[in-house]
């Protein structure tokens, strides 16, 4: 029986298998242990060690001069946008992507940036399909000042963004005077399901903000990265929204360690959902590149998600007729095989 203030989670009885997102996951025992024993210090006053000593370590890995540590991959996305573009003018970016859809209109509510949106498939970004829509500058229309890529897609079911297309584009960026922003939230997914370095994604950008609360299983934070003058006028727009954060080494303790420990990991998250989407055949709209798996149904999202949940399994609805399953450092081999089995019993 649980007692107040408990979870109510009966002993005997198999806790849930959680496929809503990878942000589910809770810090490890280890983790844990790296957040308590942390060095920190006021970081408002650039004075926690951990804290800088996380954002030197991810500039290094994407060959940036510097990092910012930030609360969320939302005010991430939201500072670099607002370095790269002035109020008035515009970022290009999918149509299905996150700072358009799951940020609460963040570019227009917050700094007078429009959006313009490109179709894609599976919104994989395909320079062809961006390079007409860019206004060029004149006295006439709208500036063009940013192409926004997310890196793995959301939406798109974890889709990897091919190098080489991110390498055509930077050089378009560079003829067309254009600035070039990753939405790095699973970045760490695309570089091990490819083999592609985090440098060579570097190169491509002039920021990227990356989570350490996806995959990598952090409780909190994101880093941003890019030029030593853009990370000091993103110090200032942190603090404007409300980001200046304190002792925050005992989060940044949690990013050094998921960054040491839990990235070359991802591959099991990845080969978990391929499992997943191998039992469920008929419905899967994606074969899984990464470690999220979308299903399209012929009935009601939202009614195989209550009885999947009756069965221990939690998915979420990201349309009438859609599930997402995202696999994480908290699902196991069993955990995957034991969804795989209530979803395809449900789906018969
Ligand atoms: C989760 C996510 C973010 C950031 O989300 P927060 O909840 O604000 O940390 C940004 N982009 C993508 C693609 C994401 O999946």
Redesign the pocket.
């Known amino acids: 029986m649980a007692s107040a203030g408990s979870p109510s989670v009966a002993v005997g009885v198999t806790r849930p298998v959680d496929l809503r997102?990878d942000?589910v996951t809770k810090p490890t025992a280890a983790m844990r242990r790296a957040m308590a024993e942390a060095e920190v210090g006021d970081d408002v006053y650039v004075e926690d060690p951990t804290v800088n000593a996380l954002e030197a370590e991810v500039a290094a890995l994407f060959g940036h001069e510097a990092a910012l540590f930030v609360?969320?991959?939302?005010?991430?996305?939201q500072i670099c946008l607002r370095l790269l573009a002035e109020p008035g003018q515009e970022i290009l970016c999918d149509s299905d992507?996150?700072?358009v859809t799951?940020?609460m209109g963040a570019a227009a509510a917050l700094f007078g940036l429009g959006t313009r949106t490109v179709l894609g498939a599976r919104g994989r970004f395909e320079l062809d399909a961006y390079v007409p829509q860019v206004r060029p500058p004149d006295w006439h229309t709208v500036r063009t000042a940013v192409i926004a890529v997310?890196n793995?897609?959301?939406r798109g079911g974890g889709s990897v963004q091919p190098i080489e297309e991110l390498k055509a584009l930077r050089a378009h960026a560079d003829e067309a005077d254009l600035s070039l922003h990753c939405?790095g939230?699973?970045i760490w997914n695309a570089h091990v399901a490819t083999g592609t370095g985090l440098a060579e994604y570097g190169a491509v950008f002039d920021t990227l903000?990356v989570?350490l609360?996806?995959g990598l299983g952090a409780p909190v934070g994101?880093v941003i990265v890019s030029s030593s003058d853009r990370i000091a006028a993103a110090r200032i727009l942190r603090k404007r929204l409300g980001g200046g954060m304190r002792q925050a080494g005992i989060l940044a303790a949690a990013g050094r360690h998921a960054l040491h420990h839990h990235i070359e990991r991802l591959a099991d998250d990845h080969a978990r959902a391929r499992t997943l989407a191998a039992a469920l055949p008929g419905v899967v709209v994606n074969d899984p590149e990464t470690n999220i798996v979308v299903l399209e149904l012929d009935g009601d999202a939202h009614a195989l998600a209550a009885a999947a949940r009756d069965d221990g399994v939690l998915v979420s609805v990201v349309s009438p007729t859609r599930i997402r399953l995202v696999t994480h450092l908290d699902v196991d081999d069993d955990g995957a095989d034991r969804a795989a089995g209530v979803l395809s019993g449900l789906l018969d």
């Not at 609360?71 to 996305?77: A, D, I």
């Open positions: 997102s942000t609360p969320s991959g939302t005010m991430g996305n992507a996150h700072i799951y940020e997310e793995t897609h959301n939405d939230a699973r903000s989570c609360s996806k994101s």
